[in-house]
């Protein structure tokens, strides 16, 4: 069947059933007469059971997990049963405090003062961890950011603006030993900011699918995964200034800094992270 008739089937926007398909939960097939999907009555049922489990706040993740077999639906219903009364003596609390608040003639700002209401502000704190959770920022975060994406790339196109009219003739792109072992016109630095638009936009879609499948956190680590090869296109390109200068002769060593580095990083921030998501949870 077309999607126009699992959309009347099921109920749910066209949005939602192309998103259950890019998350891998449901692998439609495809007519070999004209490459169109083929929906059966397998995947209806399968998008009814995703759509309700996540009304009932049941992750993307979970949901992956339960189809292919590496949990039970007793084991996520219960996981998320503890999470929702969690949430609802938060949300209780809080509208408890907003009701005290409330009652106070004079309510304003700059004169709220929080011991008022709050006896035991590390207590407070800690029941509300999810919350500065959210407020916070972590390296891989940051890391990941289109920002940063951007600022690799323009660091990349001033640098070779800045330098290709006065390196030599030739450059090179492949070294051996500590020598150059290919060489092309120095033009080629520009290829360098070149490669960042390009691993951004042509090769980030497919990390992305792949990450998805294969890996938790698939959009945070997608992010990292693109800005460190743009990260690395950069090292390459100043490695080529700094070796036809003489200053410096093994790539590998560059390279080798720069992945130890990063993943030394990647590593840390998402043990932290996991283990935060843990006891949020």
């Avoid at 070294?175 to 638009?197: E, K, N, Q």
């Avoid at 997608?222 to 070796?243: D, E, H, K, M, P």
């Avoid at 002769?249 to 840390?268: E, H, P, S, W, Y």
Wanted: with cysteine; proline share 2%; glycine share 4%.
């Amino acid at each position: 069947m077309t999607i126009k008739e699992v959309e009347e089937r099921t109920g749910l926007a066209r949005s939602n059933i192309r998103f259950y398909e890019k998350e891998g939960l449901i692998e439609p097939l495809r007519k070999e007469s004209n490459g169109y999907r083929d929906y059966t009555e397998q995947d209806v049922e399968e998008i009814k059971k995703i759509a309700f489990l996540r009304t009932v706040g049941i992750t993307i993740e979970d949901v992956r997990r339960l189809s292919k077999k590496e949990t039970n639906l007793h084991e996520v219903l219960e996981k998320q049963k503890k999470l929702l009364e969690e949430q609802l003596s938060g949300l209780q609390n809080a509208k408890r405090m907003c009701e005290d608040l409330l009652t106070c003639e004079k309510l304003d700002y700059e004169k709220l003062n929080v011991e008022n209401y709050v006896a035991d502000l590390e207590s407070c704190w800690n029941e509300n961890k999810a919350v500065f959770k959210l407020d916070s920022v972590s390296f891989i975060y940051l890391w990941g950011g289109t920002m940063v994406w951007g600022s690799l790339t323009l660091v990349s196109l001033l640098i070779a603006a800045a330098s290709v009219w006065y390196l030599p003739a030739r450059i090179p792109v492949q070294w051996s030993d500590g020598t150059a072992s290919a060489l092309v016109d120095r033009r080629f630095i520009l290829a360098y900011p070149a490669a960042c638009i390009l691993i951004r936009f042509l090769l980030r879609p497919g990390i992305d699918r792949w990450l998805k499948r294969n890996a938790v956190h698939s959009e945070s680590l997608t992010n990292y995964v693109t800005n460190y090869l743009c990260f690395l296109a950069v090292s390459v390109q100043v490695f080529t200034i700094l070796f036809v200068n003489g200053i410096v002769k093994n790539v590998t060593i560059v390279l080798l800094a720069d992945t130890v580095v990063l993943f030394g990083v990647l590593l840390a921030g998402w043990r932290k992270l996991s283990k935060r998501e843990e006891k949020a949870r």
